[in-house]
């Protein structure tokens, strides 16, 4: 092979990595790929270009001396020291410099030139020189020392050194990137047609990387088609591909891309003909020592995306599989690894490409596609449901990478992963961080407005979700489907609100559009239902009947027919009722639905006067349907309709008959406890007894229902004084069943038993555990007085006085007038008759709305005036009493009163 074919491939693998300075490849990635040579790289061409003699001298040496290059060397630069006034002494130094070169010893070869430099004998000695220094500090890679040499070298004499000059000027302009510089250079390259070839290629390179493609494309195919280019033309054709996939033209590329690798023994590619419309590329096998050229990589690389702008994802796999398996060091891995995880993606292939995508997020953490990549692995994370993962993505993209592009894109989906995971309020901050941005996205803007409106829905948050339901219903700018879930969903809230006027409005908007159609049935019955509650009972009706007649098959169409017949019996038109309701039985398969229509039919018949009494209606329809799951609680109401009427034996013997037909019921319970209720009212309290011992013993009964036992059971004790046995039975309710609600009323029965048998302290202790374990219990307040009334018994002033005052501030109601009336009496008691005077006067001032205390009052301020010797007023009082009242006892009592006072005056005047 031709030595400068020898030097140019190696020049091939000392320009490496990259058609460019700095190559824009897809997706927007700038690769900073090495621009210099390696410095035992470059081959010499010096043969063409030195002197023979000197040459021939060398080889002679070494021969005579079988020594080393580098004795022959030191021989050499002896035999210049003893002999300086040699007159070859320029041409000796040029090819000792030329040597060192030869060597690798570019720096001691560059010293020697510019030793010669000072002994060039001609213009062409010079130049030649100067050619030297340029190429010596080329290969040391001081580029502008070597553009000035060699722009130096080529003004001068002698046409070979001329013509080598423009050359290594032209390439040393294109590695400082001065392409225009290094195109005028490379087109003086015009006499020898290899250094023309070489710098064709060159100068192809450089319309490349300076982004002029057309132009390069024109040289680089011109030299591919010269014939003495064979060994470029896989090169060649790879930056050809390069160029038309920089310019868009896909299927250019793929040929140019193609052809490159076909010319590599190791690729075998299908032209297509065959397999389809595209290319196939595949590697032979493969010697464990066989080595890549330096433009494979890129070429597999761009060749996969070219094959995905082709949306041949098939092929793009195939390709960057080979890339990963034989060139795992390339800088494409991590792009490569991008763009299958993309296709996988699409492909909804998701496990595949989080597998990608995590691969390229743990070896190429500081990759420039990181925050790209966080995003789609966060997607698909989240489109898997592994929510966790997903919020945990999002919110490494949105530390690391705070303005990445992706902001609202990862705080939307983190707001769907916590609302996925049913954390409503980090879920709404998400999403408020995207609505309240100064220029928030159009695209995330309403799904951000819906985000925050599903999270207040679905913390029963109504109201604050009908707000921003209404945003996207009355938004132009939102999509329909979004328009019509606002007004659907607006509705929705105002209806669990009971706010029925809005939720009508936004029903009869939603019913009017088309979108949604999944939801009208809903939306129409919700309509009837909210017609309904606001009274519009007929608009009820008809919105109850377009749901049986405009959704047949709705699950919700059986109960809007119900309730046309229900609406029906309410207008008291019972026979369009009672044929609303037989419409039921047709066509719903619902038991409890059908039974409640029989029951209601069988009212209706009731209410047209076909039966004698609601009792008949019931038994009717026991008789009729005996295995209807409602037929032990129709029984049942028969008991309770003869216990309402106080026909005791009449309701036992319902009672009885509930038992005996449905022992396995719930209601054979209830019916147990009713007939203990039974003889309760009889006065039968022995039975009555026994019969609640027996359902608090029994190990079947709910201990709701147990507890109601316990405690009628205390209150039959209680009937009879046996207060003892009373107080058992409630603590053994309140111990038994706290949680009951029985419980606070045993509790306070419990008081106000050792109230009536003076137990002071025990009466206290029981009304201050209601007070501590049930404070917001109806007995509260009036235990609050009782408590007062134990301390008042005790004669207790100070703790009378601080329990009163918490039974008044609770309000003025009738508690607190007794309570008063303590705080007055205690006063009294003392014989403090200006407090107790004060006391008296403010409730028959303050509580008017009480006749019988304000009464009490002013008789008691009438004692409290007497004792103070104001007989006149307290005359006046008295006097008020016997006007206001009609309470025969206390008139009395006044006029005793009044009598005593006019016989002290009369006394108090004949004194």
Known sequence: MNPLWLFFLSLLVL?????????????????????????HSIQSIWNSETNHTFNQWIQDELYAHKGSYDQVLFLYQKRMIENPSYRWQFQELMQLGIAYFQKGNYQQAHDVFQMARMKALSPEDESKNLYWIGRTAFE????????????????????????????????????????????????????????????????GRCYFSSDRFEE???????????????????????????????????????????????????????TGTATGEFPHVEIDQI???WQFEWWIDECLYLLGWTYFQLHQPSETLTVYQYLWQYLPESPYIPSSYYIAGHILQMQNQLLAAVEHYGYLVQYYPIHDLMDDTLYRLGWCYYQLKDYERALATFQWLLTEFPYSGYEEQAQYYTGEAFYALQAYDQARQMFEKIIQQETPSETYLPHAIHGVAWSYYRQDQFDRAALYFEKLATDPQVSALLKATGMYRSAMSYHRIKNYDA???????????????????????????????????????????????????????????????????????????IAAYQALEAWSDSPDLIDDANYQIEWCYYKLKRYRSPVQVLRNFVKKYPDSPRSPGLLLEVGYYYFQLEHYYDAIREYRRVIQNYPNSEEQLEAQFSIANCYYQLESYDQAIQHYQALVAGEETPPSLAARAQYMLGETYRITQDYNHAIQAYRHLVEHYPEESPAVQGLFRIGTLYLKLKQWPEARLAFQTLLREYPLAPEAAEAQLNITKTYYQEANHDSTLTAAQRVVESGPTELAVEALFLVAGSYFNRGEWENALLYYTQIYTEYQQYPNWRTRGMYHAGLCLEELNRYTEAKILYEKVIQQTTDMRRIDEAQQRLDMIANRIQSNTSQ
Request: proline residues 5%.
């Open 15 to 39: 320009l490496g990595d990259s058609p460019r300075g700095e190559a824009h490849t897809p997706f927007g990635l700038t690769h900073h790929l090495p621009t210099s040579p390696e410095p």
């Open 140 to 203: 040391l890679q001081d580029y502008i020392t070597a553009s000035n040499y060699f722009s130096m070298s080529a003004i001068n004499f002698g046409r070979n050194p001329v013509e080598s000059a423009y050359f290594w000027l032209g390439l040393t302009n294109f590695f400082m990137g001065e392409f225009d510089y290094a195109i005028t250079a490379l087109k003086k390259v015009q006499i020898d047609p290899e250094l023309v070839t070489i710098a064709r290629y060159f100068i």
């Open 216 to 270: 390069g494309i024109i040289y680089l195919r011109e030299l591919a088609e010269q014939g003495s280019a064979n060994v470029l033309t896989s090169e060649v054709e790879y930056l050809i591909g390069a160029s038309y996939l920089e310019l868009g033209d896909y299927a250019s590329a793929l040929t140019a891309l193609t052809t490159a690798l076909a010319h590599d023994q190791h690729f075998v590619v299908n």
């Open 287 to 289: 010697h464990p020592n």
């Open 503 to 577: 939720a009508v409005r936004w029903f009869e908007a939603f019913l009017a559009q088309p979108m949604y159609p999944d939801y009208h049935d809903d939306a129409q019955y919700l309509l009837a239902y909210s017609l309904f509650q606001l009274g519009k009972i007929d608009s009820a009706r008809v919105a109850y009947e377009t749901v049986v007649q405009r959704y047949p098959t709705s699950r919700l169409a059986p109960d809007a027919q119900f309730e046309v017949a229900g609406i029906y019996y309410l207008q008291e038109e019972y026979e369009q009722a």
